[in-house]
Structures are given as C-alpha cells and as structure tokens.
C-alpha cells in the first residue's frame, strides 16, 4: 500500500477563535448581577420576612435581572457585511 507523499514546509493553519461576547455582553451581564446583590441587600436591609420589599419588590427584581442576564448571554452582534 503506498502512502501519500507530505507536503513539506506547510503547517495547519490556525484559526482565530474570536470572543463569543462583547464588551457590551459583560457590561450588561454585571448589570444584572449588581441588580441581583442590591435585590438581596435590600431583602437583608429589611430584616422582615413580610416586608413590602421582601414580598413585592424584591422577587420582581430578582426575575428581571435574571431574565437580564439571559438576555445578555443570547444578545449577538449584527455581522458586518464583507
């Protein structure tokens, strides 16, 4: 059986591999996170487990930064025509 002759001198070429987030996804990520920790330091702040912010403000908060962040992970750029 014979074998294929090597090319000499040609090296795999190596692909770029580029950043599947920008800036603007992290930005937007520690947003939501930063929203998250305050939701949390308010329910703490209260210290009352039937408190108007521990029972309305706070989850709806929790959701939306949640939801946010997920946002922020999905979120692609527009691909530049070439």
């Keep these: 059986m014979k074998s294929l ?4 001198g040609k090296k795999p070429e190596s692909k770029s591999a580029a950043m599947p987030l920008g ?3 992290y930005v937007m990520i520690a947003c ?3 929203l998250i920790a305050l939701s949390y330091l308010g329910m703490y702040l209260e210290r009352d487990a039937d408190g108007f912010f521990s029972l309305y403000i706070s989850p ?3 959701v939306a930064a949640y939801v946010w962040i ?6 692609r750029r527009k691909k530049e025509a070439s």
């Design 5 to 8: 002759p090597k090319k000499a």
């Design 23 to 25: 800036a603007r996804n």
């Design 32 to 34: 939501g996170a930063a």
């Design 60 to 62: 709806l908060t929790l």
């Design 70 to 75: 997920v946002f922020a992970v999905l979120l």
